[in-house]
């Protein structure tokens, strides 16, 4: 009788979503979505379908990429954060919406490490500040310069508040007024069009317009040239040391993510950026890819959150 019961016991245990034996036998039988806090035609959306199209390949199931932009990927988190913790709700996290909007509000919209569970790490965003080619500047000392000749008379662009505390670290008390926008794109056409003079944009955009001439870049905040724009230096090359903020992307699950889900998505994840067309996709996009365990990302995640708030800190950042 004893025998009988604990058979049973196993076999309902078995059948439970969230077990190993569930998640190895079931899982996945349906679709993913991945969801993305930032506008389509994006550097974070051009990104996230390139290695959705190759998860695909991984996992045998699709992978749809759903747009929920706004409030710095805060909208996205939350929709993620409140998924069902079955892993076919993922989250293209990046640091903005995830230590940025965490760390800058008074009231954080949520605990980044109790509202969701870190799978892997993605990689790393080429970030370059790019000015109109009709502003008359082609250096960061000149941009400076002319910043502080007229206070308060330039202004400047961001989609993010990590591109934004970039610019802040830039600039110290030399005053620009910034515009905010859903997505690179958008404000990428009013830099174009001369409505703005000065912002951080990723490696998606910045490099086919600065080849046809239309924008210059000055600086990349990647701790190595970019092959991209391999005339462009570091900010360590120009003595701008203060340029902390290092742009980066992960994938993220609701809390509660059983580990079985979590260890498969996690090595799905890091052979999808091992693939050769995916990895040659991301890197004409400016982006190094690369995965890492649940653990290491977890690790890597906090040591982030703890070093831009150090530097929120410093700079008496304040959210408004």
């Known amino acids: 009788m004893r025998r009988r019961t604990l058979t049973l016991a196993a076999l309902a245990a078995a059948a439970l979503p969230g077990t190993a034996a569930w998640s190895a036998d079931a899982f996945p039988n349906k679709p993913l ?5 930032f506008a389509a035609g994006g550097g974070a959306d051009v990104l996230s379908r390139i290695i959705a199209e190759g ?68 990689g790393q965003f080429s970030m370059f500040l790019v000015v109109p080619a009709s502003l008359p500047v082609k250096s960061v000392n000149e941009l400076l310069a002319l910043v502080a000749s007229k206070p308060g008379a330039l202004n400047s662009a961001s989609s993010n508040s990590a591109s934004e505390l970039a610019m802040l670290q830039l600039l110290g008390d030399r005053k620009v007024v910034n515009a905010r926008y859903k997505g690179d794109m958008q404000a990428m056409t ?5 409505q703005i003079q000065m912002m951080f944009t990723t490696g998606t955009l910045a490099p086919g317009f600065v080849k046809e001439g239309r924008i210059r870049a000055l600086v990349t905040l990647l701790p190595q040239r970019s092959a991209l724009l391999p005339d462009v230096p570091t900010g360590g090359e120009l003595g701008l040391g203060k340029l902390t ?7 993220f699950g609701p809390p509660g993510l059983p580990q079985a889900i ?43 959150y703890d070093a831009f708030g150090a530097t929120v800190r410093e700079h008496n950042v304040k959210f408004e």
């Open 33 to 37: 979505k991945l969801i993305v806090g």
């Open 55 to 122: 998860l695909a390949k991984q996992l045998g199931q699709q992978v749809i990429v759903e747009n929920r932009p706004g409030a710095d990927g805060v909208l996205a988190a939350q929709a993620t954060s409140s998924a069902r913790p079955d892993g076919y709700t993922l989250l293209m996290g990046t640091n903005t919406a995830m230590v940025a909007a965490p760390t800058l509000r008074p009231t954080p919209p949520y605990d980044p490490f109790k509202a969701f569970t870190p799978i892997s790490s993605a």
């Open 190 to 194: 009013d830099l174009l069009g001369g």
């Open 245 to 251: 903020i290092t742009p980066w992307a992960g994938f």
């Open 262 to 304: 979590t260890d498969r998505l996690s090595q799905e994840l890091q052979n999808t950026l091992k693939r050769p067309e995916v990895h040659a996709q991301l890197v004409q996009q400016g982006f190094e890819g690369y995965g890492m365990s649940p653990g290491k990302f977890a690790e890597f995640f906090r040591t982030q």
